[in-house]
Structure formats: C-alpha cells, structure tokens
C-alpha cells in the first residue's frame, strides 16, 4: 500500500482535532493523547479508503 500526503495530513488532522476535541471537554493530558490517537487512526484508515477508491477508479 502506497502511504502518500493525503494520509498522513489526514492522521495529523485527526491527531489535532481529537486533541482540541479533549481539551474543550476539559481533559488532562492523557484524555488528550487518547483522543488524538484515536481520531488519528479513525481518520488514517478513512483516508486509506478514499485512496483505494481513487486509484481504483483512475487505474
């Protein structure tokens, strides 16, 4: 499988959202890991997905 930017941006993203998304709920740092790490990997296998896609489409 072909790891490209648009997975990796989307790990990022889903990293920083879930970060905030703890922080708004008041969470200390652990809260904050967890949830980066989860919507990290959330939005990382929804990315992988869309490439799938993608190059199936295109190719």
Known sequence: ???NEV???A???G???GAL???KRGGNL???LQYG???AIFFGILAVF???MIYRVVL
Do not use: C, S, T
């Open 37 to 39: 790490a989860v919507l």
């Open 50 to 52: 869309a490439n799938v």
């Open 1 to 3: 499988m072909i790891i």
């Open 21 to 23: 998304k703890a922080k």
């Open 30 to 32: 652990a809260d904050r």
């Open 15 to 17: 990293a920083i959202l």
């Open 7 to 9: 997975v990796v941006g």
């Open 11 to 13: 790990v990022l993203l």
